[in-house]
């Protein structure tokens, strides 16, 4: 019997809908890491189990007390039978004006009954955990769980709400709702305990456990509540997760760095949201005929659309046509989308990096003699540093930074670009002789990129035709349809010849870097540290950090994660390895994935995992940062 749903076509297997077998991913792969995975969902002290009759009595008895009382939660697990789940408390607040007290819950698969299928891999425990985090919070709020009492003075009640950490339009881990391979649940969430002022409210701290928190758990995470719609949206939800990792590593085997499915729907409601636009005038993206490619998926099947290939590729046409449109939804495709988001099936090779020109920004000890020699004042380029960057020297600076990282594939925007870094025309070198100008600009080193080192670039230009004569293929936009003028482009080459610098440039014929070493902080870094917001990370002692152009950054968690890390002892043993910087940030990730979130950030129920590359590019921009260069390490 097969149904289908939403494109996903399934047989019916064991009274469930299921992918075949084969597109699983090999657990083995996994080793020693899955078996300690539950272990590392639950790094705390050891706890007295406790039936949930006892946390009832605790909340009548210290009702009417002082605030401080309520620390007689810890050290219990608390243990709820109808549904079946464990609950702790991680931390208690001060009192009803401070942050609110975290909780851990744990439900084993006994109770919740989520079918083993939906976490045989590391991508489809990611899916569904993303989906029951994504429920749980809706369900919080639309029974307005997530209200606290706020009016009134120092006397009045307050607290009273239940919070959870609330996803964006992105599929990635987050310590807030983890799933292990036996299909255990843990959740990180928080509890304004209430008050008035400083006297507990004991009766209705019952009332929030014993009725708001057991139905959140019961409506939220036991999936035999589920009715058939949501099970079957959850199972969707998964499948085109685990579709869209799928496609995005086929795309190095199909030679590949970019695929754009037809149909996908690239704008965005508005500047400041990333849901998709939905009215009747948004146009629906359309493969241009000569790079119309098929890919079949393990789930979906057969999906149709533009595949970038590896090389340089420009992205041309006039203001307002979709140019830099598509680049953002490319800049995104390094991150698995929920159904319906419309970039679903907008992939790009893992390793790729935005950059951009970030005049101000903090630069230590950066190898962009590639791209800037010859400065005044004999400034070295070799290991380039300033507090104060301007355009060119800071976009050398991320391009650097971003292929001492490991990426394969550049996204440049010359709208964000420093325009001496991107170009340099004949007139202005006749005015500006080559020994006077210590740039050397990208149309001159981009086709060296790929060809000594096989970095690829996508770049939107509108305003020069410079770059045609390197480039692999053209892409023009057009009321935000693409079109391949690649062929129209090279024409315009030949029948333009334009002249160009000398090849043998201030930088040198051959494309190379030298590696650095991170040595630590400036200072240690052992006060608080806050994340008012996502492009913001301020750390007590030390100037803030500014993360406004570290553009792949898609969540607040993400920078809640970034700061842990930064002031976790663990990440300070780590520097003892003396790595190079690219390897200690892999060996950073290769812990997440062996030993969990948990291993930087402890029971932080707000924190989303970011790549190693947004993680290091928050390292490069921190003023407080030592690096060290590998000179025995030079690329070759």
């Avoid at 729907?265 to 493969?287: A, E, M």
């Avoid at 770049?459 to 349809?481: E, I, N, P, R, T």
């Amino acid at each position: 019997m097969i149904r289908e749903e939403n494109g996903y076509k399934r047989e019916k297997k064991n009274n469930s809908w299921f992918s075949d077998d084969k597109s699983m991913e090999n657990e083995e792969d996994h080793g020693e890491s899955m078996e300690n995975e539950m272990e590392n969902l639950d790094r705390s002290r050891a706890f007295s189990e406790k039936d949930w009759r006892f946390l009832s009595e605790i909340l009548r008895d210290i009702d009417g007390k002082s605030y401080a009382s309520y620390r007689q939660l810890y050290g219990y697990r608390f243990a709820s039978e109808r549904p079946e789940f464990l609950l702790n408390a991680e931390r208690i607040q001060s009192d009803s004006f401070a942050p609110p007290s975290s909780f851990a819950l744990f439900v084993p698969n006994s109770s919740n009954g989520i079918p083993s299928a939906l976490f045989q891999s590391e991508t489809r425990r990611i899916a569904t955990a993303d989906f029951l985090l994504r429920r749980m919070w809706k369900n919080c709020h639309d029974q307005q769980f997530d209200l606290k009492n706020e009016s009134g003075g120092w006397h009045s009640a307050k607290g009273g709400d239940i919070s959870i950490y609330k996803p964006s339009q992105h599929v990635i881990r987050r310590s807030s709702l983890q799933l292990d391979h036996q299909g255990n649940i843990k959740v990180i969430l928080y509890v304004g305990l209430p008050a008035k002022g400083r006297t507990i409210m004991g009766r209705i701290a019952e009332q929030i456990f014993n009725n708001k928190f057991v139905s959140l758990v019961s409506h939220s995470l036991i999936h035999r509540n589920f009715d058939k719609d949501t099970k079957i949206s959850l199972e969707n939800h998964v499948f085109c997760v685990e579709d869209q990792q799928y496609l995005r590593e086929k795309l190095d085997e199909l030679g590949l760095i970019a695929f754009v499915a037809d149909n996908s729907i690239l704008p965005r409601s508005s500047g400041q949201s990333d849901l998709p636009l939905l009215d009747s005038t948004v146009v629906k993206f359309k493969s241009p005929d000569s790079l119309k490619m098929k890919i079949k998926l393990p789930n979906r099947g057969e999906i149709s659309g533009m595949g970038i290939k590896k090389g340089i590729t420009l992205l041309v046409g006039g203001g307002f046509h979709g140019k830099s449109t598509l680049l953002q939804s490319l800049q995104f495709g390094i991150y698995n989308h929920i159904p319906g988001d419309g970039r679903d099936f907008v992939v790009v090779n893992p390793t790729a990096t935005k950059v951009r020109a970030e005049d101000g920004r903090s630069v230590e000890k950066v190898d962009i003699t590639p791209f800037i020699s010859n400065l005044p004042h004999n400034k070295s380029t070799k290991d380039f540093s300033t507090p104060n960057s301007s355009g060119s020297t800071s976009q050398a600076a991320n391009v650097m930074e971003a292929l001492e990282m490991g990426s394969i594939l550049l996204l440049i925007d010359e709208d964000t670009s420093a325009t001496n870094f991107m170009i340099r025309d004949e007139r202005m070198q006749q005015l500006v002789s080559k020994e006077c100008e210590p740039i050397t600009p990208l149309v001159h080193r981009i086709e060296e990129m790929w060809t000594q080192k096989n970095v690829s670039t996508i770049l939107v230009v509108g305003g020069s035709g410079a770059y045609f004569d390197v480039a692999h293929s053209v892409l023009m936009a057009s009321s935000y349809q693409f079109l391949d003028v690649t062929e129209k482009a090279k024409e315009i080459c030949k029948n333009n010849e334009m002249k160009q610098l000398d090849k043998v440039s201030e930088g040198g014929e051959k494309f190379s870097w030298t590696e650095r070493r991170f040595e630590g902080f400036k200072g240690v870094i052992d006060g608080k540290v806050s994340v008012p917001v996502m492009e913001t990370l301020r750390i007590q002692g030390h100037e803030d950090l500014n993360l406004s152009f570290v553009e792949q950054l898609v969540e607040k968690g993400q920078t809640q994660f970034i700061a842990e890390l930064m002031k976790s002892t663990r990440f300070a043993g780590m520097l003892k390895n003396n790595h190079n910087f690219r390897t200690l940030m892999e060996e950073i990730e290769k812990e997440v994935k062996h030993n969990g979130m948990e291993f930087f950030v402890g029971s932080n129920g707000t924190c989303s995992l970011p790549r190693y590359f947004e993680l290091g590019m928050a390292i490069n921009r921190f003023r407080s940062s030592k690096f060290s260069q590998v000179v025995q390490n030079k690329k070759k």
